[in-house]
């Protein structure tokens, strides 16, 4: 599921960078675009994670967390690090101000006393004030002397540490202690409003203190931590990582023993659930809907098991599950259960999956990301500004909303901002700068840039009527256009008596290369194919046939109807190169993909869709470039200021002749939209800093270079005794509170004994 969504930053998801161009972009006015406060219909969706009390939740047990596959690095400070970094560091160090449920970084009280802006000028100063009784796992107390070793590993001045990037720690001038090792002093040399983003997750200096312990150490193994769970083991061959309770926490004590992350892959989820491997885990829609089946039938008649999750599913609860989870009815499926064997088998082993996966409970919310179209503005066509507003003003974003979301039962409205998600503090709808969705505005649009319908034609310099007449006119005999004009005739009828044999193969061949990774939309209209450009029909072909059929010999035949309506300019057809994953977990792209290319196909633009691998996609062609229109989502983040700047960035020309594009990979980009972005970093003060922010989407809307569709939707697979675990939305897990309402033995402990 990685693939579908790109890191934001380091300390919360790693970084990339890739070597690549850019293209140009107009800005209109945008006026209106810009008004103070939120917006009145920015709500967040709750999380759902089934909150309880601590005095309700059991002393003990092991937990299974289902995650993608073991981390290459438990550094999230190294360009490889990814979620699974980010979920069990979360786990294991100090994060000073984690996001609170509306996406708002809050102090945590576990490490800091506080923490505040003391001095503004002449220059930025913070004060931190940590908790007494905060301590690393060795009984050290956590203080300046780690402050200082991480920032002189991030500040990027010294290249021997292998970071992924310093945002923020370039701008510190020096760490200071106070009256003790508690107390920190942070002196910036230019203002920074992102300071809370800082030192979180904190390193202990026995990482950051070298450089090899910084690029290799930490890769593997944490020997000091400072959370509530400390790291057991990392197995990679088991695929494994074992947190157990840090007996130095002086924070709530965990209730869980121990937390066990294990490498399960998506696609194989349902399984692990229903085997009891896994009690925690991130599933797409068809998991979700075979908990759904499993619990509706549960008890026969709906009602509760007779002892333990799912024990009263009787048979007919069980073939009628069946039935409705392979799309039949209740009487086809009996029928074929009487007929063959192999349906009973196919009942029982179903029936036994609903017994297990109905002691799981969907927690469902939005994701706090969101998924966007992309639009390459390197070269081709979406280098034009006039193309890429086009095809954004063609989309029906509500639509595309609603497919994804309105089966979940989620809210759908799509995203207004680039910057920020509904929920917010400062979220503002910006849309507005690109406008509506209007297919009119969008044909003239193009037509403003030479595309028109009947453009991919060839042009009239170029047909062989315009060819003759130069000859004729540097003395040439027209013999010689009349004998070739009767050689393309004979050419043309030998073709059209071909046509129809190879009709059949090519509607064949055609849905199998659709099926199998590259087609194009747009080519293969009715009577396209099947008239081609002979203009010989099967009509003509029968006795009797329409008086005034057979235009004169030489007559050029007239281009199909889907033909004259494609858009074109110069000759070429206006055709872009569609990029979809084409694994199992990234169905909802697409079906995504499908509603896009008919959207721009209704108005004269052909797709060419490639189908890639998922392990491919990101790293081969998103950040190489190598696509015109691509689907991934992008993190929410609490700091915008800085982990927004190198996503819109406008990309820079490198030593080498080509451009750094950090990770704008839709190459798009604006000398205005980079200084919004530097003045709202550097101004302290919160309001001002976010009406610049929304003046720097506006802008990112107008350009056209990413269209956010739909905020993902986040659904967790989870045994029904657990709590306060599931769907988070914005909120960071409290890891101290995860457990069960009741002793269990389900799943087996991490050292495999009771």
Same mark, same amino acid.
């Given at each position: 599921?990685? %693939?579908?969504?790109?890191?934001?930053?380091?300390?919360?998801?790693?970084?990339?960078?890739?070597?690549?161009?850019?293209?140009?972009?107009? *800005?209109?006015?945008?006026?209106?675009?810009?008004?103070?406060?939120?917006?009145?219909?920015?709500?967040?969706?709750?999380?759902?994670?089934?909150?309880?009390?601590?005095?309700?939740?059991?002393?003990?047990?092991?937990?299974?967390?289902?995650?993608?596959?073991?981390?290459?690095?438990?550094?999230?400070?190294?360009?490889?690090?990814?979620?699974?970094?980010?979920? *069990?560091?979360?786990?294991?160090?100090?994060?000073?101000?984690?996001?609170?449920?509306?996406?708002?970084?809050?102090?945590?009280?576990?490490?800091?006393?506080?923490?505040? &802006?003391?001095?503004?000028?002449?220059?930025?100063?913070?004060?931190?004030?940590?908790?007494?009784?905060?301590?690393?796992?060795?009984?050290?107390?956590?203080?300046?002397?780690?402050?200082?070793?991480?920032?002189?590993?991030?500040?990027?001045?010294?290249?021997?540490?292998?970071?992924?990037?310093?945002?923020?720690?370039?701008?510190?001038?020096?760490?200071?202690?106070?009256?003790?090792?508690? +107390?920190?002093? &942070?002196?910036?040399?230019?203002?920074?409003?992102?300071?809370?983003?800082?030192?979180?997750?904190?390193?202990?200096?026995?990482?950051?203190?070298?450089?090899?312990?910084?690029?290799?150490?930490?890769?593997?193994?944490?020997?000091?931590?400072?959370?509530?769970?400390?790291?057991? /083991?990392?197995?990679?061959?088991? !695929?494994?990582?074992?947190?157990?309770?840090?007996?130095?926490?002086?924070?709530?004590?965990?209730?869980?023993?121990?937390?066990?992350?294990?490498? &399960?892959?998506?696609?194989?989820?349902?399984?692990?659930?229903?085997?009891?491997?896994?009690?925690?885990?991130?599933?797409?829609?068809?998991?979700?809907?075979?908990?759904?089946?499993?619990?509706?039938?549960?008890?026969?008649?709906?009602?509760?098991?007779? %002892?333990?999750?799912?024990?009263?599913?009787?048979?007919?609860?069980?073939?009628?599950?069946?039935?409705?989870? %392979?799309?039949?009815?209740?009487?086809?499926?009996?029928?074929?259960?009487?007929?063959?064997?192999?349906?009973?088998?196919?009942?029982?082993?179903?029936?036994?999956?609903?017994?297990?996966?109905?002691?799981?409970?969907?927690?469902?919310?939005?994701?706090?990301?969101?998924? +966007?179209?992309?639009?390459?503005?390197?070269?081709?066509?979406?280098?034009?500004?006039?193309?890429?507003?086009?095809?954004?003003?063609?989309?029906?974003?509500?639509?595309?909303?609603?497919?994804?979301?309105?089966?979940?039962?989620?809210?759908?409205?799509?995203?207004?901002?680039?910057?920020?998600?509904?929920?917010?503090?400062?979220?503002?709808?910006?849309?507005?700068?690109?406008?509506?969705?209007?297919?009119?505005?969008?044909?003239?649009?193009?037509?403003?840039?030479?595309?028109?319908?009947?453009?991919?034609?060839?042009?009239?310099?170029?047909?062989?009527?315009?060819?003759?007449?130069?000859?004729?006119?540097?003395?040439?005999?027209?013999?010689?256009?009349?004998?070739?004009?009767?050689?393309?005739?004979?050419?043309?009828?030998?073709?059209?008596?071909?046509?129809?044999?190879?009709?059949?193969?090519?509607?064949?061949?055609?849905?199998?290369?659709?099926?199998?990774?590259?087609?194009?939309?747009?080519?293969?209209?009715?009577?396209?194919?099947?008239?081609?450009?002979? !203009?010989?029909?099967?009509?003509?072909?029968?006795?009797?046939?329409?008086?005034?059929?057979?235009?004169?010999?030489?007559?050029?035949?007239?281009?199909?109807?889907?033909?004259?309506?494609?858009?074109?300019?110069?000759?070429?057809?206006?055709?872009?190169?569609?990029?979809?994953?084409?694994?199992?977990? /990234? +169905?909802?792209?697409?079906?995504?993909?499908?509603?896009?290319?008919?959207?721009?196909?209704?108005?004269?633009?052909?797709?060419?869709?490639?189908?890639?691998?998922?392990?491919?996609?990101?790293?081969? %062609?998103?950040?190489? !470039?190598?696509?015109?229109?691509?689907?991934?989502?992008?993190?929410?983040?609490?700091?915008?200021?800085?982990?927004?700047?190198?996503?819109?960035?406008?990309?820079?020309?490198?030593?080498? !002749?080509?451009?750094?594009?950090?990770?704008?990979?839709?190459?798009?980009?604006?000398?205005?939209?980079?200084?919004?972005?530097?003045?709202?970093?550097?101004?302290?003060?919160?309001?001002?800093?976010?009406?610049?922010?929304? +003046?720097?989407?506006?802008?990112?809307?107008?350009?056209?270079?990413?269209?956010?569709?739909?905020?993902?939707?986040?659904?967790?697979?989870?045994?029904?005794?657990?709590?306060?675990?599931?769907?988070?939305?914005?909120?960071?897990?409290?890891?101290?509170?995860?457990?069960?309402?009741?002793?269990?033995?389900?799943?087996?402990?991490?050292?495999?004994?009771?």
């Amino acid at each position: 599921m990685s %693939h579908v969504g790109v890191p934001r930053g380091t300390a919360r998801k790693r970084r990339s960078v890739a070597l690549l161009a850019t293209g140009v972009l107009t *800005i209109p006015v945008l006026a209106g675009c810009t008004s103070d406060g939120e917006d009145p219909t920015s709500v967040a969706v709750p999380q759902d994670i089934a909150p309880a009390s601590r005095d309700r939740v059991a002393d003990g047990s092991t937990l299974n967390w289902a995650i993608d596959a073991v981390p290459s690095t438990l550094n999230a400070f190294q360009a490889d690090a990814d979620g699974a970094t980010a979920r *069990i560091t979360g786990a294991l160090l100090p994060s000073l101000f984690p996001m609170d449920a509306k996406g708002e970084p809050r102090l945590n009280p576990d490490y800091l006393e506080s923490a505040k &802006v003391i001095e503004r000028e002449p220059k930025q100063v913070v004060l931190y004030k940590l908790n007494q009784q905060a301590v690393w796992s060795d009984g050290r107390e956590i203080g300046a002397p780690d402050f200082v070793a991480q920032w002189r590993a991030l500040s990027g001045k010294d290249s021997a540490f292998w970071t992924a990037r310093n945002a923020g720690y370039e701008r510190i001038e020096k760490i200071e202690r106070g009256k003790d090792d508690l +107390q920190v002093r &942070v002196t910036f040399s230019k203002p920074y409003a992102d300071w809370r983003s800082l030192f979180s997750p904190l390193y202990p200096k026995e990482v950051t203190g070298s450089p090899g312990t910084f690029n290799d150490g930490a890769r593997t193994t944490l020997r000091n931590t400072a959370g509530p769970f400390r790291l057991r /083991s990392v197995n990679k061959p088991k !695929g494994t990582v074992v947190l157990d309770r840090n007996p130095r926490w002086w924070g709530d004590e965990a209730r869980l023993d121990s937390l066990v992350f294990r490498a &399960v892959e998506p696609g194989k989820r349902t399984d692990a659930l229903a085997e009891g491997t896994v009690d925690v885990a991130d599933i797409d829609p068809a998991t979700a809907n075979s908990i759904a089946l499993a619990a509706r039938y549960r008890g026969g008649n709906g009602g509760p098991p007779a %002892h333990g999750p799912g024990a009263g599913i009787t048979p007919a609860a069980a073939l009628r599950s069946w039935a409705l989870a %392979h799309g039949s009815d209740e009487e086809a499926a009996e029928t074929a259960r009487a007929a063959r064997e192999e349906t009973r088998e196919a009942v029982a082993v179903y029936a036994a999956e609903q017994k297990s996966l109905s002691g799981f409970a969907v927690r469902k919310s939005l994701e706090p990301s969101y998924t +966007q179209l992309a639009l390459n503005g390197e070269s081709g066509p979406l280098s034009d500004d006039r193309v890429r507003r086009a095809i954004a003003r063609t989309l029906d974003r509500q639509e595309l909303a609603d497919a994804i979301l309105k089966p979940l039962g989620l809210p759908a409205k799509p995203p207004g901002s680039h910057l920020a998600l509904a929920g917010q503090p400062g979220y503002k709808d910006g849309s507005g700068a690109l406008g509506e969705r209007d297919t009119k505005e969008a044909q003239a649009l193009l037509a403003d840039a030479g595309w028109t319908p009947g453009g991919a034609l060839r042009s009239t310099r170029d047909t062989k009527a315009g060819s003759e007449a130069e000859k004729k006119d540097e003395g040439e005999k027209p013999a010689a256009g009349e004998k070739a004009a009767d050689e393309d005739k004979d050419e043309k009828a030998e073709k059209a008596g071909k046509k129809d044999e190879k009709a059949e193969d090519t509607e064949k061949d055609d849905k199998a290369s659709r099926e199998e990774g590259e087609y194009t939309v747009g080519d293969d209209k009715p009577g396209s194919r099947s008239s081609g450009g002979s !203009g010989v029909t099967a009509q003509d072909k029968q006795p009797g046939g329409v008086a005034g059929a057979y235009a004169p010999a030489g007559t050029a035949a007239p281009a199909p109807a889907a033909v004259r309506s494609r858009l074109g300019k110069d000759g070429k057809p206006l055709s872009l190169r569609f990029v979809l994953p084409s694994g199992p977990g /990234s +169905q909802s792209l697409r079906t995504v993909g499908e509603k896009i290319v008919a959207m721009l196909d209704s108005i004269g633009i052909s797709t060419q869709v490639t189908k890639v691998a998922d392990d491919s996609y990101f790293k081969d %062609h998103i950040a190489s !470039g190598d696509y015109d229109l691509a689907l991934y989502s992008w993190p929410a983040t609490a700091y915008p200021a800085t982990d927004g700047r190198p996503i819109f960035a406008k990309p820079e020309p490198a030593t080498d !002749g080509s451009l750094l594009v950090a990770q704008n990979y839709t190459r798009v980009g604006s000398d205005h939209i980079d200084q919004l972005f530097d003045r709202a970093v550097a101004e302290l003060d919160a309001d001002a800093s976010r009406d610049l922010l929304k +003046q720097a989407d506006a802008r990112i809307w107008a350009a056209a270079g990413s269209i956010p569709l739909y905020q993902r939707p986040q659904l967790v697979a989870v045994d029904k005794k657990l709590a306060n675990i599931g769907a988070f939305g914005f909120a960071a897990p409290r890891y101290q509170d995860i457990g069960f309402t009741a002793r269990q033995a389900a799943g087996p402990p991490a050292n495999g004994k009771k």
